[in-house]
Structures are given as C-alpha cells and as structure tokens.
C-alpha cells in the first residue's frame, strides 16, 4: 500500500532516490570504514582502531535510518551490493594500512557525502515538498560534519 502523506507520487520516488543514493554512499563508507579498522598499522593502532569503529557502528545506525525513511515515504531501500556500487558517488579505493590515506579518504567521502546532502536538502524541501526528509537530511549533515571534523584532527 502506498503512503498517503502529502506528497505526490512523483516527489516520492524522486525523494527515494536522492536517499537511495544517500544509502548507497553510507553502505560504501561503512565497507571502507571496517577495511581500515581491520587492517590499520600506524604508532596510533589503537586509538585508531577504536575510532574505526566508532565510526562504522555510528554509520551503521544512518543506514538503518536512511532505509527506513526510504520505507516511510512509501517505497523500496537497496539492499543489493550492486545496486550500491551503481548508485553511490564514492569509490571504493585500494587496500592501505596507511593511517595518513585511510584518514584522507575517510576525510574526503565524509567531505562528498557533506556537499551531496547540503544540496539535496534543498532540492528535497523546495522541489519536492518533503519536509520531513528535508529535517532527516540535516540531521544526516550534522553527523557527517562531526565526524569530517574528528577526521580533519588528525591531519596537519
């Protein structure tokens, strides 16, 4: 059964784009995410460590929450690898153990997924009159924002 909230069905599926896209993006960090926190070698293993998996855990919880304002709206969340690395504006990169390329990556899928989401919520709240997704996405930003900062920290 469809949604009935308000919003047509054509700013629906729009909107469930833009988050599947989003999802798909969350899905690709988190994999990169967990890739650094199993294989990080650097005099700061530890702490890194630890804040690799803060990281993944705290991504994991956004992806359960994209997924399920996706349904909200009335449609379908990805869930396939292939439908992820299709739709996602990041790229999975190669293997490093590096801390320094491990933290510059993170930095600047963080820093992609910023700029995507301060665009879209615009785009959500205007053209397709979601303001719930709209509130959603800044909720989105915020925590990507803390999270680039902690990133940034670490590099001079």
Known sequence: ????IG?????????ALILNQLLADEQVLFAKTRNYHWNIESPSFMELHKLYERLYTELAETIDEIA?????IG???EGRLADY?????????EYTNDQTTQIKSLLDDHETIIRGVRANIEKVE???KDTGTADFLTGVLKE?????WFLRSYLK
């Open 1 to 4: 059964m469809k949604a009935n």
């Open 144 to 148: 990507h924002e803390e999270w680039a």
């Open 7 to 15: 919003i047509s069905e054509k700013n629906t599926q729009a909107v």
């Open 85 to 93: 690395l299709k739709l996602t504006n990041l790229q999975e990169g």
């Open 126 to 128: 205007d053209e397709h």
């Open 68 to 72: 399920e304002r996706v349904r909200k």
């Open 75 to 77: 449609h379908y969340a």
